[in-house]
């Protein structure tokens, strides 16, 4: 089985800054992948950025990265020159290889501050 | 790009009543999940199927039934409808040999 835990309920930044969401996990599969998925007021589940358990590299898209501490089972999510359409409820999620259902953490609500 | 479709948006049901929620994937994806999430919670997984066989159950209450038919299209039937079955019904879908799902817009289901 899978946990996923985000201790941070909600988070705010200003406008153009930096903010990191914290994600931690707990899992017995040796290969799995961990995502980021964003929920703007509209409901919809779109994803952001995936880490494949196996690479060591951090994954990158555009202004959001990923900062993977395997050892410490830690997944965080770092947005870059944060933008008013960037607020929305974040889940951290994960899944195992062979078998991708989703096990979400409980969310964490971002506002941008203009 | 095409992306997952879902039917209805929302739908309003009585107590005790039945719904069928549908979920069309994005055209060669092999699998289908079903999410349900209740307000102010986080998604929970329902059911999946690949190549239209079962492949994994959640914590889906014997209430509900689901089935991939031959296009790959999914339906979930809920029956017996609760005031707690109110949420939103996602359905997501991912292409052959890949990890990453595809959410369609979902279905706010409310039962009065």
């Known amino acids: 089985a899978q946990t996923v835990t985000q201790s941070q309920p909600e988070m705010s930044v200003q406008e153009a800054e930096t903010v990191t969401l914290s994600c931690t996990y707990d899992?017995?599969?040796?290969?799995?992948?961990l995502f980021w998925y964003k929920q703007p007021p509209s409901r919809q589940m779109i994803l952001v950025i995936r880490q494949e358990a196996y690479k060591q590299q951090n994954a990158t898209e555009n202004r959001f990265s990923v900062n993977f501490q395997k050892a410490a089972k830690s997944f965080s999510l770092k947005i870059s020159d944060s933008q008013l359409g960037d607020a929305a409820m974040y889940f951290c999620a994960s899944s195992s290889f062979g078998n991708e259902k989703l096990t979400f953490g409980t969310g964490t609500r971002l506002t941008i501050i203009p | 790009a095409a992306g997952v479709i879902q039917s209805p948006r929302h739908l309003i049901k009585e107590k005790r009543e039945t719904a069928t929620l549908k979920c069309y994937p994005i055209p060669r994806h092999d699998t289908v999940y079903w999410y349900q999430q209740g307000p102010g919670q986080d998604p929970q997984f329902l059911i999946s199927f690949y190549e239209k066989m079962q492949s994994d159950k959640g914590s889906i209450p014997d209430r509900f039934s689901a089935q991939q038919f031959s296009d790959y299209h999914s339906e979930l039937n809920m029956s017996s409808l609760e005031l707690g079955d109110s949420a939103l019904y996602f359905c997501a879908s991912s292409p052959p040999g890949g990890s990453k799902q595809f959410f369609g817009p979902g279905t706010r289901l409310t039962v009065l």
């Open positions: 899992t017995s599969e040796s290969d799995y992948y």
